[in-house]
């Protein structure tokens, strides 16, 4: 009798979730040199007749001095939208985070970051845990310091990412 045995393959995903934002580095008016400045988590709106400027508000981590970068200006309230204007005036910090981590409108902005930050990774075994989506991640915005991370978790180089992104098996 003949038997084959069949390879099993195991899904493993895998969920990385920052604990801290980049920093941004600039000029700091208080401290006179060029100093790390942190996401406050908070958002400044400001309306003047029906156009509205929105700023999120960072601090210099070393004197508390803002920086107030411009995430809309003179815009109305319908180019902004209902549910995301709300999320300005409560200071939602999931957007907040969403606007931290746009590093290319920064990089547009003419601001320099330092795209290292703290973030934790957990792997789920099976088909049925799956963690919760934490964001979109693709080969372009899969940050370095994350696949270090990754590296130390599994024997692959540091391209193993990119290359499983671009095959299909890292989905959003």
Known sequence: MHT???AST??????????TTPRVLRHCSHCGTTRQFACS???RVNANQRKIDVWLIYRCVDCDC???RTIFTRSTPEEIGPVLYRHFQD???ETAWHYTFDLAQLHR???RCDATYRYESSAFRGMNHRPTKTGKLSASNFPTRVKFGWTN???????FPDHVYNA?????
Do not use: M, Y
């Open 66 to 68: 803002t920086w107030n």
């Open 109 to 111: 902005l003419g601001v």
């Open 4 to 6: 084959t045995q069949q």
């Open 91 to 93: 200071n939602h910090r």
């Open 168 to 172: 299909g098996a890292i989905r959003d």
């Open 10 to 19: 195991r899904e493993v995903c895998w969920r990385i979730l920052p604990v």
């Open 41 to 43: 988590d908070t958002f």
């Open 153 to 159: 978790c599994l024997p692959a180089s540091l391209a």
